[in-house]
């Protein structure tokens, strides 16, 4: 199975400050990584898939980046709504499917 | 607009059984794979089940291999997932999700729209 590590876990930051979250896969899946946020009790919403296309009704401050084993999710100027976990999918396996362990983005 | 819902979530006994549905609106059922993910209270997500969009394939998680079932009516835009010899280790937020890619590709293993999902508790 391909493993998907997230770092760092948990990160604190104000509002306006530039994040970045990292993803790397147990071995080389090319771009086939997805980004999701989640908020408490609510379900994960797609940010970016294929490691770098925003999906459609998600702000351009969101980007993705990466191919092979490493990837990176940056929020850029960061808003009170971006306070939330974010998770690194691999869509490699297809159809089967693989997630990262989850970034808390907390307010500093 | 897409929409998912589930239900069919409660508490249950382990080694009971439990059958969940998710009722699919707003876009072409037929043409599209759908995921079951779950999510162990304050854990992170894992990913449970998939069945192709005529329901001929269907592919597990280990996990849950040989315990679970996918399947679903395209008739009824509906998909269930029958859980049989439930284990406490089930217990979590059940979602299902809509494949993003459309025929003639059978799958992208890209979740792009979620239901809100159903708890199941598997207790004592």
């Known amino acids: 199975d391909i493993q998907m590590t997230q770092s760092p876990s948990s990160l604190s930051a104000f509002v306006g400050d530039r994040v970045t979250i990292t993803c790397r896969a147990s071995l080389n899946i090319m771009i086939y990584v997805n980004w999701y946020q989640q908020k408490p009790g609510k379900a994960p919403k797609l940010l970016i898939y294929t490691a770098s296309r925003l999906q459609s009704g998600v702000p351009s401050r969101f980007s993705g980046y990466g191919s092979g084993t490493d990837f990176t999710l940056t929020i850029s100027n960061l808003q009170p709504e971006d306070f939330a976990t974010y998770f690194c999918q691999q869509s490699y396996s297809s159809p089967r499917l693989t997630f990262g362990g989850g970034t808390k983005v907390e307010i500093k | 607009q897409v929409q998912l819902v589930e239900s069919g979530g409660g508490v249950v006994q382990p080694g009971r059984s439990l059958r969940l549905s998710c009722a699919a609106s707003g876009f072409a059922f037929s043409s599209f794979a759908i995921h079951w993910v779950r999510q162990a209270p304050g854990k992170g997500l894992e990913w449970v089940a998939v069945v192709l969009y005529d329901g001929s394939n269907a592919y597990y998680a280990d996990s849950v291999k040989g315990r679970f079932t996918i399947s679903r009516d395209n008739s009824k835009n509906t998909v269930s997932l029958q859980m049989d010899r439930l284990r406490p280790e089930d217990t979590a937020v059940y979602y299902c999700?809509?494949?993003?890619?459309?025929?003639?590709?059978?799958?992208?293993?890209?979740?792009?729209?979620w239901g809100q999902g159903t708890l199941v508790t598997v207790s004592s």
């Open positions: 999700a809509k494949d993003m890619a459309s025929l003639p590709s059978p799958a992208s293993a890209i979740p792009d729209y």
